[in-house]
């Protein structure tokens, strides 16, 4: 099946400081990959969707400087939280689409556990 | 507007069968979506309906009536390690997927 990796796994970071979030797609081409965040107990919370060689599109109420997301080839999208705050700690997971499936099916990163102390 | 329901919560037995059920209202359909997720990890992949009818996969199964907007997921022979949340995610017209906000499974001994 197609993999994506996520890294890191777990990252903890000061306040004020910026932290990136990798996502690969090891053995496909995404042309899409979705970054979400999840509270605890809490479903998939869309951020952005990330679209290889444009701009990210950003869901309401994510703010787009603050989540920097960059797709600058076919197996990688980054997420970048600047000027993180102790309320960005969160886990957030990225997903990806195959470039040659309409189906919609996800293939999820393992998710990063972020805290800002 | 879009929106997906199914229970929060669910608890039953190891050994039993569980039925969780999901409702939506989308614009469009191209595919209802069963993903499981234990706690602090990324959802994983349980089924995919696009057509009427059941689809069958081991211990799980996936159900779908599109003129109802109805999905259901069977576990049978729960297992303990079956506790977990279950995301119910459709497909909608512009194949843009739309959460559920997931039905927590809790399996006794």
């Known amino acids: 099946g197609a993999v994506v990796s996520q890294h890191p796994s777990r990252v903890i970071c000061k306040s004020g400081t910026s932290v990136k979030i990798e996502c690969r797609s090891l053995?496909?081409?995404?042309?899409?990959m979705f970054w979400y965040r999840q509270f605890p107990k809490k479903s998939l919370m869309l951020m952005a969707t990330?679209?290889?060689?444009?701009?990210?599109?950003?869901e309401q109420g994510v703010e787009k400087d603050k989540f920097l997301i960059n797709h600058a080839s076919l197996t990688l999208s980054t997420l970048t939280v600047t000027s993180a705050h102790p309320e960005d700690s969160s886990f957030y997971i990225c997903?990806?689409?195959?470039?040659?499936?309409?189906?919609?099916?996800?293939?999820f990163g393992e998710g990063s556990r972020l805290t800002v102390l | 507007g879009q929106n997906i329901d199914q229970p929060t919560e669910m608890t039953a037995t190891e050994g039993a069968i569980v039925q969780i059920n999901c409702t939506y209202q989308?614009?469009?359909?191209?595919?209802l979506f069963w993903y499981q997720q234990h706690a602090g990890e990324a959802p994983t992949f349980l089924s995919y309906?696009?057509l009427d009818g059941l689809e069958e996969k081991g211990r799980f199964s996936s159900f779908l009536s599109r003129s109802k907007g109805y999905s259901y997921l069977l576990l049978k022979e729960l297992q303990m390690k079956d506790s977990a949340s279950y995301l119910c995610?459709?497909?909608?017209?512009?194949?843009?997927?739309?959460w559920g906000a997931g039905t927590k499974l809790i399996i006794k001994p």
């Open positions: 997903s990806a689409r195959r470039a040659s499936e309409d189906t919609g099916e996800l293939f």
């Open positions: 053995d496909f081409q995404a042309t899409t």
């Open positions: 309906n696009v």
């Open positions: 989308t614009s469009g359909f191209n595919g």
């Open positions: 995610a459709v497909t909608d017209s512009n194949y843009q997927l739309i």
């Open positions: 990330s679209n290889e060689g444009s701009k990210a599109t950003y």
